[in-house]
């Protein structure tokens, strides 16, 4: 699919980036739902005192799952089921490195809200589709059988 040094050029392999946002704001969804999910079935083994620090707890949940899961496959679970996956700059699948930087940037943006608003921005206006985490190490999130 990807033999290419770069990444597709989205103006003339347009079917790379199709519909990208909407799937990717559906996978993040659908993975905020499974970390929530995966989150309650560990209350009980911290004897519900995690009901005190629940969000940070979905926190560090949300990232092991992200990092493994991209680090596996270059995609989180949400990604397969919408068929996306995230590709480093040269187009090739995430690393366990690239996975826990992206899973970082993405950490961070998260806690800090504004920085999680201009990503959104950009996920719209770039050409790729392109968060600040992924305009900072080169990422992007193109259709799996573009």
């Known amino acids: 699919m990807l033999n290419s040094p770069v990444l597709p050029d989205p103006q003339t392999l347009p079917q790379f980036y199709q ?26 083994f911290t004897a519900f005192t995690g009901v005190f620090f629940f969000p940070f707890m979905m926190l560090v949940v949300g990232f092991i799952y992200r990092w493994f899961t991209i680090a596996g496959g270059s995609a989180t679970w949400g990604m397969q089921l919408t068929g996306i996956e995230l590709r480093d700059h040269r187009g090739r699948r995430l690393d366990s ?10 950490t961070i943006s998260v806690a800090v809200s504004p920085l999680q608003l201009i990503s959104i921005v950009m996920m719209m206006v770039t050409a790729r589709g392109q968060g600040l985490t992924d305009m900072l190490l080169g990422t992007v999130m193109i259709n799996r059988h573009g």
């Open 97 to 106: 490195a690239a996975a826990l930087a992206h899973t970082l940037g993405y």
């Open 19 to 44: 519909g990208v946002l909407f799937k990717r704001a559906f996978a993040w969804l659908l993975d905020m739902v499974l970390i929530g999910v995966l989150c309650v079935l560990i209350l009980p």
